[in-house]
């Protein structure tokens, strides 16, 4: 039985399993493989993506679950105010190395900036700790988070 | 971005106005020369369609620069990219040479050839060991002066004139004195057909008018939007999805397997079994691994089943005892150390997992009479022989498809991953892409190897006499470059440690070599100098406090013959208000390391709880690597660096029971986190000396300068890594 999904706003209808998490669907159905898989279990937030505007790890969202909301992945977030400024402060300050947790990075502070316009520190800690970076680029994530939320107001 | 071989990365200089042809991307295939002389790979069904190429190159002077009518300039890029920025640092080197137009660059990764893009420091194709710009700043000067000056010269017989009198820049040549200008892609067919001179004259560095500035780097658009294709990311058309399971014991075989239950679930689609391995093939990932998971498994587990740490310990420790390899003598060691004070002490370091964040896998279509593979390596000519051997085939029937790495830190410097994919896929229909589970990929890591250091010295009116020091572990370099392991002394283990920056009077350098029974043993980054620089800085904290002195003036003293170290010391120390009082259980720790033709000292700064858990505070660094190509990403580097060796001190231990790795995901196997960040400052020393190694520096100083700083704080004198936190718990007084 096909199985429909808003994605980035545009329907997809697939085939997939009902346990299936979505993160597969993604990556191997649909060929949308900015979606990141690093753990599996919801260790390292790699697979972050929106899901009605809040970050949730995709590795273990069994894609029934998520029938009938909004989806948005890496691939589609720069079309949102606040993605599109968390891209550009990713790349003013440069803040990526081999890029590989960056899309869970960048789904992360997209979320946190569209609930949390101008988050502190601890804001960000809570937001962000669930996103493992093994390049260690954490602190110019944190500037970054910052630097978006400063050219929100201006 | 486009996947394989021909992939181009457009060119973006920090100092134009982004969005100005930021994604200027072209058509990859050059036709023509040597360059495509292998197999054109199958483009991956996932990759941006990109225009046709329709012009056709024309200049291509040597293995790294290609020029078409256009005035595109194609730059081939030797290394390859895994978050250091090497990418970008190579096309700023030929770039600044060449006076190429920077607006016209794209980049394209070199195909497996150890003769065109072997690296000089290891001879064959390798991305490792901080060398990437020490390596190839000369041969990509030479490569970019060279074209230069055949472009100049092409104008010069077209106008007549002295080429001395024509001037390059931003992809043309001028005339001055008749204000005549050509383009570079104008020139190129001309260019084309001149013999290249010999000895081409290289830029004052005075005048480099590209390197040294902080570049955005050329890789990084693509990463922030999901567009860019790392290996594990291959999409091929009609390909399954597969994962393995190997022996969990080291060296296990497979006995027998019920796939009964595997074979129900849907989307599985074949059971494949080998040897040592199992692997289930289906249409998703999920599939996979719910297949995988189904399977009822029997391992002829074989020797190692029995093995453990302890034993692996008491091995190391025995053979630690012996007499090393002398590598390096200076004066006479037995009258150093027969003279003051003596101290010994011996320093442990564990095995360590890489945990590269895209976990290992490789994609095969294995196609009978050719093979062809996607991947993301460090060693793209020796991925292709081991896959060729794999697949039975002639090493020119196996195409390699090279793309951007999500982390390697010396865990693709392996092939393995690749030869199981082979070996996977010679049993499937169609491309199959062979992804790792995270647990896999932890318990089925080529280790960082355990050592253990044994350091003996003398102190005599608080200043050292005699310092001998003696290691022991895995001679990686034996296994993996076996030319270069000479007289039993492996040039990695030793590497920072023979040659010292202090200034010793008596000093020795042993060398024992101890392979661990059943776990392999391989390079991680940062090497044998993360050994070496823990325990001779950890060593001179104890020998400092000995001598009654304070770390960095006792350092500071054996400095003389070291000035560019001993002025990254004094940095980073003022930086760090050294000296300035700090609250109860907060300390500040200090080490400073010759790594990878980099000076550089760091000073941590961290508090000590009760209950033995740390939280750090700040991080200050300062580096001296000589001329600094992009400094912006050095700077990362060293940020990045601090966190991989941070979390190693704080958390990495793999341990073995049974034969068997313990720690299996990012519960037990852990990362430091966005919330446990100090700040971290780098300073960068502005010098004129050639570049040094950067990508693997950072790593080194944080655990010894860690340890110190607990040092300091608590009075404990950390000998092992992990950091134990029951030992610098506080004490109930008695
Ligand atoms: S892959 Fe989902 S959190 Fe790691
Ligand atoms: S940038 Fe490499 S894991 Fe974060």
Partial sequence: ?154 | MKLADNMLVAASPANKPSGLSRRNLLAGAFVGGFMFAFQLPVRAANEPTQPPDTTEGKFAPNAFIRIDTTGKTTLVMPQVEMGQGIYTAIAMILAEELDADYAQITLQHAPPSDKLYGNPIFIIQATGGSTSVRAFWKPLRNAGATARAMLVQAAAEQWQVEPANCTASNGQVMHAASGRKLSYGELCDAAGKLTPPKDVALKDPKDFSVIGKPLKRFDTPDKVNGKTIYGIDAMVPGMTFATLAQCPVFGGKLAKVDDRAAKKIPGVRQIVVLDDLVAVVGDHMWAARSGLEALDITWDEGPNAKISSKDIWAHLRAASETDGVIAKSVGDIAKGLATGERIDASYEMPFLAHATMEPLNCTVHFKGDSCEVWTGTQIMSRVQSEAAKAAGLPIDKVTVNQHMIGGGFGRRLEPDMVVAAVRIAKQVNGPVKVVWTREEDIQHDIYRPVYRDNISATLSNGKVVGFKYKIAGSAVIARWLPPAFQKGIDIDAIDSAADQPYDFPHFQCEYVRVEPPAVPTGFWRGVGPNNNVFAIESFMDELARKAGKDPVVFRRELLGKAPRMLAALNLAAEKANWGQPLPARVGRGVSIQPTFDTSIATVVEAEIDSQGEIRLRQVNVAVDTGIAVNPDTIMAQIEGGIVFGLTAALYGDITIEKGRVQQSNFHDYRMLRIDQMPKINVHLIKSGEAPGGIGECGVIGGPPALRNAIYAATGVALRRMPIDRDAIAERKKS
């Fill in chain 1, 1 to 154: 039985m096909a199985t429909n999904l808003t994605i980035n706003g545009e329907q997809k209808s697939f085939d997939a399993p009902d346990d299936m998490p979505l993160l597969w669907v993604l990556r191997d159905i649909l060929g949308m493989t900015g979606t990141k898989f690093g753990c599996g279990v919801a260790l390292c937030g790699a697979c972050t993506v929106h899901v009605d505007g809040k970050a949730v790890r995709s590795c273990l969202l069994p894609v029934s679950a998520v029938s009938g909301r909004a989806i948005t992945t890496i691939e589609g977030v720069g079309t949102t105010p606040v993605g599109a400024k968390v891209q550009k402060a990713w790349l003013d300050l440069e803040v990526i190395q081999c890029g590989y947790c960056q899309s869970g990075q960048i789904m992360s502070a997209a979320a946190l900036l569209a609930s949390t316009p101008t988050p502190d520190d601890s804001d960000i800690d809570a937001a962000m700790a669930g996103n493992i970076c093994r390049c260690g680029t954490y602190v110019r994530v944190r500037e970054a988070i910052k630097h978006a939320a400063s050219e929100r107001q201006t």
